[in-house]
Structures are given as C-alpha cells and as structure tokens.
C-alpha cells in the first residue's frame, strides 16, 4: 500500500497546484512594487553608472582644458634679436591658427618683470641666462635655451689693443639701457674686472643708440650682448677703426660664472668677402632661454618648441647644427613638457595630425582611457554578480526544502503530516513570488519539480497513516 498512488482527490489537488505554478500573473500582479527588482536594477544599472560618473570626475581633474588660441609673448625692443625671433614663432605657431601678439619691452629684465606679474597678460618670454635666481624663478618654467648671445666689445682702434674688460676703466663705455640684459651683464663683469660701476662714463646707451655713439666718437666701447646676425653688430664689425675685442679671460669668466661659455668666432665669420672679423676672436656668450609661466598650457609649449626647432636647429656663426634649442636646467626649472620634448619629442599624434585634432584625441584619450579601464573588468564581473544574486535567492528555498525534508525522514511521525505539508505550501508560495531574471528561470521550474517530488512523499506517510 506504501507505493499506491495517491487517490484521486488528492491527485486533483496536485494538478491544482501545477496549474498555479504555471499560471500567468494577473496585470495587477506586475504592477506591485518589487524590492528585488529593485535591487537588480540598482546593481545592473545604477552601480555601474555611479561608478562611470566617478571615473569620469576623477579622470577630469586630470584633463587640461583645451589650449587657447592666442597668447602674449614679451619680445625686447623692434629691431633686436628677441623681436626678430618672436616674430618667427609668430609665423610658425600660424601654421596651427594660434596668434602671438607681441609686446616689445627694453630687454631681458623687463621681460623678467613682466613675467614675473601677477596682474601682466604676458605669458611668455625671451630672457638672457644670468638674470634669474631662486627668487626670479618662482612660478616661471623654461622651455630651455635657444640660442649663444655672444657679449661684444667693440671699441675704437687706439694704439693699444683692448683684450680684458678691466682695461676699460676710466673710458667712456656705452653699457646698455636701463632694462636691458646687456647692461645688467656688463655691470655684472665689470665689478669682477675692478672696474668702478658707478663711474659716470658708464653710459645707459644700448642699440642704435650706441653704435652712433661709438661711430662719432661719443663712446670709446660699447658693450652689447646680440645675436651675431643682429644689424647693430654686422654695422659696427664693417665700420673703419672699430675693432672687436678677443678677450683671453674668456675661460676664466665661464668658470667663475657658470651661465656663461667661452666661444670661438671665426675669421671671416660675419662678413667672408670682406673677411670681417679679420682674425679669430674668443667671445664670452650667455644663452637666450624661453621661459613660459607655468600656467602656460603644456600643448602650447609643444608648439613653441617645435617652432625653436625650427628657428634656431640650424648651423649657425657661433652654434653647432642640432646644439639649440636645448634643455640645459638653469635658473628656470625645466617645464614637463620640455623634459618630454628633449627625450623623446613632440607628442606622437601631433607628428602626424594637425595640432587641434591630436591634442582633442589626446585629451579624450586620459578621460576615457580611465573608463575602459573600469568597464572591462565590470562586463567580467557584473554578470556573475547578477547570476549569483538570482541563484541565491532560488537556493535559499533549497535550504528550506532540504531542511523541511531531513524533519520528515528524522521524525515521520503521520501527526505531523498536516504541518509538513503547511510549511513545504509556504515553501511554495515563497518560490512564486521570488523575482527570477528570466534567464534562469529554469532554475525555479527545477525548484518546483522537487517541491513536488517532497509533496508525493509526504502524502505517502498519509497512505501510511490510512493503511494503519
């Protein structure tokens, strides 16, 4: 009798029940608030989407806005070497649709000045080397120097020869404008020659100025610092009875002051047809720097230092091809950039791409670079968190069937029949109104499958109890 099958009223329950189970919920059903399905909804969308956002705000703190499309640039008076080159990488940065606008000033140290203002619109500037010091340098980067500055003595052809600075003493020298870098060098050698710099025959004279001083003998030298090609040294190298001092401390003041180089100017080096100078000459030479704020936009550096390349890369009087620009660290920190761009060059996408578009992609790549960083690893994760929430919730009723089951066999007593088969109705009940992905509903079927297989044991202990 322990294996009949169930009589026929019993059986039509059974049937009642599965129809249950597969019966489709009413409309109303799925309009009720489902805190599990909530759940899902807040893992499988809005947890990914939190941490999409944070991505993407941390990422952005790192993103530098977009470069400007003009900036102001300190260059030294119209007609000199700075003016001169600042109107190159005017042309140059042209090319990318970035306008420089110009500001002449008396020289170096007013371009210091300049940069060195809170409330100045000037970001960029030509500055000799020498100028700066700990204090000088605060907020200002270099983008590395770019070109010899030679320091020339020229003076009028007395009798003896002029070839150390100290043998100027008590002549009348034209030693620059205030504001100007060469006056601030020739004040700064002649003290370290002897000579007294606040003698009034050191006159503020600098530019063309000084050379018609030196021309109609107003002067006896004039000390100016100038790019060999600038049209006040070539006028002054041709003029008669002016002669360019070869100074054999040369060596000596490089030591001492270490912004300085010795350098060599060739006969012939200025003028070959008419072999001007007419032997060769040892100068001492500073170095022009191109120094930037340090708010100065990083691509913009880029750009100017593709434009010193270009500008100053070549052979020159006094330079080796490739020596300039170079990054020599000095009284100006060395920009980031710079350091990039003498290791390994401009941007890879800006050798290949117009300007904007490479630094657009460059951009977009350090905020999305970030993302797919976090996204990968969240398509890997988040369906194995989704399949493992939905199996939990199944296998918890498995618990409870397993238990429920292990009470049967451990005391199957047939008067506790009635409150076996409440709790496996429970059980039940519980299942039916668990929210399942659809995915796995298969899962739920299986669950019921053995609800059912417990059910038909249970009712075989009531056959048990009848056939008592």
């Not at 008396?106 to 060195?116: C, D, K, P, Y």
């Not at 060739?266 to 047809?273: K, N």
């Not at 091809?321 to 660290?329: I, K, Q, V």
């Amino acid at each position: 009798m322990a294996d009949a099958l169930p009589p026929p009223h019993q059986d039509r329950t059974r049937r009642q029940r599965i129809r249950a189970i597969i019966h489709k919920p009413a409309e109303g059903d799925r309009l009720q608030f489902d805190p599990e399905a909530l759940k899902d909804l807040l893992i499988t969308v809005a947890l990914p989407l939190l941490a999409i956002i944070a991505t993407l705000w941390f990422a952005a703190r790192f993103v530098q806005p977009a470069p400007p499309n003009t900036f102001v640039m300190t260059t030294g008076p119209e007609g000199g070497a700075y003016h001169l080159f600042a109107q190159r990488y005017r042309a140059h940065l042209a090319r990318d649709n970035i306008s420089i606008t110009l500001k002449p000033s008396a020289g170096s140290i007013e371009n210091l000045q300049r940069l060195q203002s809170a409330g100045s619109d000037v970001e960029v500037g030509l500055v000799q080397a020498g100028l700066g010091s700990g204090d000088a340098a605060a907020g200002l980067r270099s983008l590395g120097a770019v070109y010899y500055e030679p320091l020339w003595l020229f003076y009028r052809s007395p009798e003896s020869t002029i070839d150390r600075l100290s043998q100027l003493a008590n002549k009348r020298v034209a030693i620059g404008t205030v504001g100007s870098g060469s006056r601030a060098l020739a004040l700064q050698l002649l003290k370290a020659s002897g000579v007294d710099t606040s003698s009034p025959s050191l006159r503020p004279l600098g530019g063309n100025d000084a050379v018609r001083a030196l021309l109609e003998d107003d002067v006896d030298a004039v000390l100016l610092v100038a790019a060999p090609d600038a049209p006040i040294v070539l006028e002054l190298a041709r003029a008669k009875d002016i002669k360019i001092a070869s100074l054999v401390q040369s060596e000596a003041f490089a030591r001492r002051f270490p912004f300085l180089t010795a350098i060599q100017l060739p006969r012939g080096a200025l003028d070959l047809a008419a072999d001007v100078p007419g032997r060769d000459i040892t100068l001492l030479a500073t170095t022009a720097t191109l120094v930037v704020k340090e708010t100065f936009h990083p691509a913009l550096g880029y750009l100017l230092l593709e434009a010193a390349v270009d500008v100053h890369g070549r052979t020159g009087v006094v330079q080796k091809p490739g020596e300039f620009p170079a990054g020599r660290e000095g009284e100006f920190p060395l920009a980031d950039e710079a350091k990039r761009f003498y290791k390994s060059g401009p941007p890879f996408l800006q050798r290949y791409l117009p300007f904007w578009i490479a630094n657009f992609i460059e951009r977009m790549a350090v905020l999305f670079l970030p993302l797919v960083a976090l996204i990968l690893p969240l398509f890997k994760v988040l369906p194995a968190l989704i399949q493992w929430r939905n199996k939990s919730r199944v296998f918890k009723w498995y618990g409870e069937l397993k238990f429920l089951e292990n009470q049967a066999a451990t005391n199957p007593d047939p008067s506790h029949l009635n409150g076996y088969l409440n709790r496996l109705d429970e059980i039940e009940d519980g299942v039916n109104h668990t929210h399942i992905n659809p995915t796995y509903s298969d899962y739920v079927y299986n669950l019921r499958m053995h609800i059912e297989l417990v059910r038909i044991r249970l009712h075989r202990l009531d056959l048990e109890k009848q056939g008592n």
